[in-house]
């Protein structure tokens, strides 16, 4: 792998997440030994539900469409049965060939992290070959890497399909296709690099795609690449983020917005954050900002040149930095476990990036504390978000930075249906968090929502 530092091993060790209800061992899903040794020095016991029931499926040969909510496991979903079939073929990739497996990923940072979850579960196949190839950094590291021999190639679509048509890169050995995050790459308009990505690859390819949800689009999407595939939809965007609390503060206007920010992040129980804006600008501003008060907090943005982003994702890992300032560039594929806190300065683009953002926090096995800081028009997107997660998110205030705007009347009705029956959502109710928001000041939470309103 190139262009960026090598992490450490127990950055990735994580050995909590939920595993399958029948607890099925990585050796009963028919992983060979090397896979498994490799999969025992990662740390995990046992496979996860998205693993038991995506590995064997995979194995059988087949196309699957799978639904799996994010920091499930995907990720060794796909590649341990993807690196079965290497090992288990005579074939051999050849100089220049092109690879034998592709990943298709969203984002930069998603690509890395998947090449980086690769050399973890390949650390025994002292042959494999992987390189990944996105935009935004130099082209000689990657074309070096796709000229030699190649297994796994994990990539962006855009720059992916550049070297394609170019002719500097063959796609016709391809024998596994993933479509990694498939909902969001549609969000972001690949439809039609995917397309043309797929044309290039054999129609004999097992293709794997994997997506927070398999409706709309991205049901369309698998009727015209995927064959008879088989279904699996272990989790979704409905899943209640079990390790997640979730809360929502009522700001006046920005500079409120901003005190409540700095007293957030001035608890003491915050290990590590990551601030959400919606611009660049924002991103960059309040970094400085945060940065004058005192914090150690860098910003992370598309605007920004890979390297600087690589380097910035290398400080947070090794806790050099505390707060991230970040747009949804970061929403996606980063995968620290000392991250307590997501905090939603800026509100997001849609509400499954929300649902993204959360999941940063939660991690193997821990919980995190989710806070959204919302002005009054933030409300039609709260209550999009809402609908979307079929969870309502308990509105809280601070002591002494209480909004002096009364809250918003139509505070949603999440799902359809419990609102119709105006049963309020007892079941939204807020959950303690371990003390964790507490410093100087005390914090309340509504319990009870208010009538919900039809939008
Ligand atoms: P992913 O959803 O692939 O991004 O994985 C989320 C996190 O779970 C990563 O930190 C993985 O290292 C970790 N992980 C994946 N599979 C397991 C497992 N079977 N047991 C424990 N941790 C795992």
Known sequence: MRGYAPEKLENYLSHDLPVAPEAPTFASLGLPELLLKAVEAAGYTHPTSVQAAAIPAAMAGGDLMVSAATGSGKTAAFVLPALQRLISSEKRAVPGGGPRILVLTPTRELSLQVTKACELYGRTLKWLRTASVVGGVPYGAQLRAIRGTLDVLIATP??????????????????????????????????DDIRSIVAATP??????LFSATLDGDVA???????KTPQRIE???????HEGITQRLHWADNRAHKERLLDHLLRDTTLDQAIVFTSTQRDAERIAAVLEASGHAV????????????????????????????ATDVASRGIDVPTISHVINYGMPMNSEDYVHRIGRTGRAGRTGLAVTLAEHADLHKIRGIERFTTQRIPVS??????????????????????GRRGNGGRSFSARPHS???????SERTTGTPQRARRP
């Open 397 to 418: 205030t601070i002591e002494g930075l209480e909004p002096r705007l009364p809250e918003p009347a139509t505070h949603a009705k999440p799902g359809a249906g419990a």
């Open 435 to 441: 003390g964790r928001d507490r410093d100087t000041r």
């Open 158 to 191: 855009g720059r992916l399909l550049d070297l394609q048509k170019s002719g500097r890169l063959d796609l016709a050995r391809v024998e596994v296709l993933v479509l990694d995050e498939a909902d969001r790459m549609l969000d972001m308009g690949f439809i």
């Open 298 to 325: 860098a910003a992370l943005h598309g605007g920004m040149p890979q390297s600087q982003r690589n380097r910035t994702l290398t400080g947070l890992r090794h806790r050099r930095l505390r707060v991230l300032v």
């Open 234 to 240: 272990l989790a979704s965007h409905r899943d209640k």
């Open 220 to 226: 369309r999407l698998a009727g015209q690449l995927l």
């Open 203 to 208: 129609d004999t390819r097992q293709t794997l």
